[in-house]
């Protein structure tokens, strides 16, 4: 395997996003370079709004014009196959304690999380909270904290960056905690056929609801 010297990488990355000239794609003996397949892929990300980079590859392994082709088709295959799914966990029981007019606060921290899988890999997406919460109105009083990260189960997972997170205090009803969370997730594939290690990139948001009854 080679590393590809990231200075030079990082030039022609550069090159590619920052100017609109583009050198067409030549052919020596039907093989081309590593280069040649980054700018590839990087286009096809570019329609799907995703980051694809380079990181290794197999020089015993050449590079042809079916070999970027599977590169295309692979970004369209991550592209296209993002999905988002809540973990179901069991709600606490609450006691009906509208009857009592008293303020009892309580500090709770509670977390709900979500599964982002892909073609290439997956991972579990906790978001967090921490809250005071008035025990005999079941309402959330005031909300410390709230925060989303990865957390346990992952295949293939490079990282997750919070971009943002919304909250929304005792809704959809009292004693629940909603909002929306955005970030991006990256994923790294080793492929076994090109010998091509690729990072996927992609801008994710899903919606939360957090029970503090």
């Excluded at 606490?92 to 009892?104: H, N, P, T, W």
């Excluded at 997956?122 to 978001?127: E, G, H, L």
């Excluded at 309402?139 to 904290?145: G, K, Q």
């Excluded at 919070?162 to 492929?191: K, M, W």
């Amino acid at each position: 395997m080679k590393k590809i010297n990231s200075i030079v990488l990082g030039v022609a990355v550069s090159l590619f996003l920052g100017t609109s000239f583009v050198t067409p794609i030549q052919a020596n003996d039907n093989l081309y370079s590593i280069f040649d397949y980054c700018l590839a892929v990087q286009d096809e990300a570019e329609k799907y709004g995703i980051e694809v980079t380079i990181f290794d590859y197999d020089t015993s392994k050449p590079i042809t014009e079916q070999t970027i082709e599977y590169g295309v088709e692979s970004v369209q295959k991550f592209a296209n196959s993002i999905q988002i799914k809540e973990v179901n966990t069991s709600l606490e029981s609450s006691e009906d304690k509208s009857a009592s007019r008293a303020i009892i606060p309580e500090r709770r921290t509670r977390s709900k999380s979500h599964i982002i899988t892909c073609a290439f890999g997956a991972v579990n997406i906790t978001v967090q909270a921490t809250a005071d919460v008035d025990v005999n109105a079941l309402r959330i009083m005031y909300v410390y904290s709230t925060n989303a990260y990865p957390n346990g189960y992952n295949i293939n997972f490079s990282s997750w960056s919070t971009e943002s997170i919304s909250q929304n205090d005792n809704s959809p009803s009292d004693g629940y905690l909603s909002g929306r969370v955005i970030g991006l997730c990256s994923f790294t594939y080793a492929d076994p056929i090109t010998g091509i290690s690729t990072g996927y990139s992609s801008r994710e948001g899903f919606d939360y609801t957090i029970n503090f009854r």
